[in-house]
T-cell receptor
Framework: DTAVSQTPKYLVTQMGNDKSIKCEQN?????MYWYKQDSKKFLKIMFS???????INETVPNRFSPKSPDKAHLNLHINSLELGDSAVYFC??????????????FGEGSWLTVV | EDQVTQSPEALRLQEGESSSLNCSYT??????LFWYRQDPGKGPEFLFT???AGEEKEKERLKATLTKKESFLHITAPKPEDSATYLC????????????FGTGTRLQVTL
């Protein structure tokens, strides 16, 4: 079973469209993330949710709206797509707790191309 | 400002030729340092976490070490299947678990 799964894996869309990427984890973790990897392969955090509550929002344009219906799911909706949004988006999860060694596990990525 | 710098950017080794990758960091408070491996078209795969200076961890041909300023990923007698991008990331105290990544080292191991 895939621990962190995201769909779709590939997405090609036109500028101005709205699209969503879905993520699910079956690790029983309470914290989920969206990371963006640009063309230079630099990975940067966008959002984090803990038990469905937003805890990290890294100055991402408000065209990006994450939604967590429950602690096993974190979806990313993007409005009015721009060329610069083309990137690989990774979902990830971890278990919180100061005493826990909370390793973050990543999904396989969603390749978004805006044309 | 918190910074994570990896070097070299790219490394080409022959099979069996041992080497080390470097991750230097300047952060306000380190909670943990993580190493990940990323294959083309895949997500980062967790390798190690180091929490305190002097700590070492090993897995097959890989050994990670940590000092107060940097971490090394030593690769002993690498094989072609070790070819990948190796990512270093820091987790800071009081940052709700987020990772701050370096730009990675692309390793190619040839026969």
């Amino acid at each position: 079973d895939t621990a962190v799964s995201q769909t779709p894996k590939y997405l090609v869309t036109q500028m101005g469209n709205d699209k969503s990427i879905k993520c699910e984890q079956n690790l029983g973790h309470d914290t989920m993330y969206w990371y963006k990897q640009d063309s230079k392969k630099f990975l940067k955090i966008m959002f984090s949710y803990n038990n469905k509550e937003l805890i990290i929002n890294e100055t991402v344009p408000n065209r990006f709206s994450p939604k967590s219906p429950d602690k096993a799911h974190l979806n990313l909706h993007i409005n009015s797509l721009e060329l610069g949004d083309s990137a690989v988006y990774f979902c990830a999860s971890s278990q919180s707790g100061q005493q826990l060694r909370n390793t973050i596990y990543f999904g396989e990525g969603s390749w978004l191309t805006v044309v | 400002e918190d910074q994570v710098t990896q070097s070299p950017e790219a490394l080409r080794l022959q099979e069996g030729e041992s080497s080390s990758l470097n991750c230097s960091y300047t952060v306000s408070g380190l909670r943990g340092l993580f190493w990940y491996r990323q294959d083309p078209g895949k997500g980062p795969e967790f390798l190690f976490t180091l929490y305190s200076a002097g700590e070492e961890k090993e897995k097959e041909r890989l050994k990670a070490t940590l000092t107060k300023k940097e971490s090394f990923l030593h690769i002993t007698a690498p094989k072609p299947e070790d070819s990948a991008t190796y990512l270093c990331a820091v987790q800071l105290t009081g940052t709700a678990s987020k990772l701050t990544f370096g730009t990675g080292t692309r390793l190619q191991v040839t026969l």
